[in-house]
């Protein structure tokens, strides 16, 4: 299983999304065995969000991983825009951990920049490593400006991820912004690796070259697909799975590893960008 550093801490590149889990009830017990089938595997990276379902997402998270061990995890959790100030920002920490069952986050993030100033909520970011209450902090939906705006503020560089969406569809962060966080030694949490299931993209599941690759290593399209997104290191993947059977399928994704000759054809297939792109997000 390849590896990615965040915080300083070794973790597995592949965790366990959760967006949309905890939505419908009488899921509730198979999705809790999802997280389950990867915790047991050796994941460790869990990604929710006070977002997700309200809270509902934290819930699942919470029934899965009663028994496990905490210093084994590495549970990431957002704060929405809107709460991102000093004293809502407190709050919605507080009802998190609450939902979570746990008493820290190893990382919380801004989930996407809103009209709070940056330099409230990471005075606020930093007061709650202070208190124990997160281990670190770090952006989401950031591109090239933000993330040299946040650089340049008081303790700004002390966030330690970037959460955007990549994908073999949504490769524009490689144009500009992948090599500036790598410059800077920024890992990068890949959200939507699987395009949704290929809903957002809609071509990725039949084509002939994905299903060729898929073929050649005995994988799925969609373990292809995810393997892609850890081609490169720094970097953690996060599919959301709602069965064990995808999740087990994610965690295998892990071990494939690309020749160059693949890397081209699908360089070829889907190509980087050569221009600039506004930060695709979802
Ligand atoms: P995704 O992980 O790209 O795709 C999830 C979809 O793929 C689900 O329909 C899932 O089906 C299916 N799937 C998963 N594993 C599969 C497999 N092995 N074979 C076939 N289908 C499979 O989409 P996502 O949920 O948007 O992104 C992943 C995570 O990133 C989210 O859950 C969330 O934690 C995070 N995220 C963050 C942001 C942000 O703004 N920071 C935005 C979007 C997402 P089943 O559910 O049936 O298993």
Redesign the pocket.
């Known amino acids: 299983m390849k590896t990615v550093q965040i915080n300083k801490i070794e973790l597995p590149a592949v965790g366990l999304?959760?967006?949309?889990l905890g939505d419908l009830a009488a899921n509730h017990e198979t999705e809790v065995a999802a997280i389950r089938a990867g915790l047991d595997q050796g994941a460790r990276v869990i990604?929710?969000a006070e977002m997700y379902g309200e809270g509902k997402a934290e819930r699942v998270v919470r029934d899965a991983i009663k028994g496990y061990q905490r210093d084994q995890l590495f549970i990431i959790d957002?704060v929405l825009p809107t709460n991102a100030g000093r004293d809502q920002l407190v709050k919605s920490l507080d009802q998190s951990l609450s939902n979570v069952g746990t008493d820290y986050f190893d990382l919380y993030l801004l989930?996407?920049r809103g009209t709070i100033p940056l330099s409230e909520t990471v005075t606020t970011m930093e007061k709650m490593v202070a208190q124990g209450k997160i281990k670190a902090w770090g952006v989401?939906?950031f591109d090239v400006q933000d993330l040299e705006e946040l650089w340049s503020l008081p303790n700004g560089t002390y966030c330690v991820a970037n959460?955007d969406l990549y994908n073999l569809d949504e490769r524009g962060i490689e144009y500009d912004l992948l090599p500036l966080m790598r410059q800077h030694q920024l890992p990068l949490i890949a959200?939507?690796?699987?395009?949704?299931?290929d809903q957002l993209s809609g071509k990725l599941t039949t084509d002939p070259l994905l299903q060729e690759l898929a073929r050649n290593h005995q994988a799925?399209v969609?373990?292809i697909m995810l393997a892609w997104t850890l081609r490169n290191d720094n970097v953690l993947t996060?599919?959301?799975?709602?069965?064990p059977e995808?999740t087990l399928?994610?965690w295998q994704a892990g071990e494939i590893e690309f020749s160059a000759s693949e890397l081209k054809a699908l360089a070829k297939r889907f190509p980087r960008p050569d221009h600039k792109q506004p930060l695709a997000?979802?």
């Open positions: 999304g959760t967006w949309r990604d929710t957002k989930h996407w989401s939906n959460q959200y939507s690796p699987l395009a949704q299931g799925s969609y373990q996060i599919p959301k799975s709602s069965t995808h399928a994610n997000t979802i």
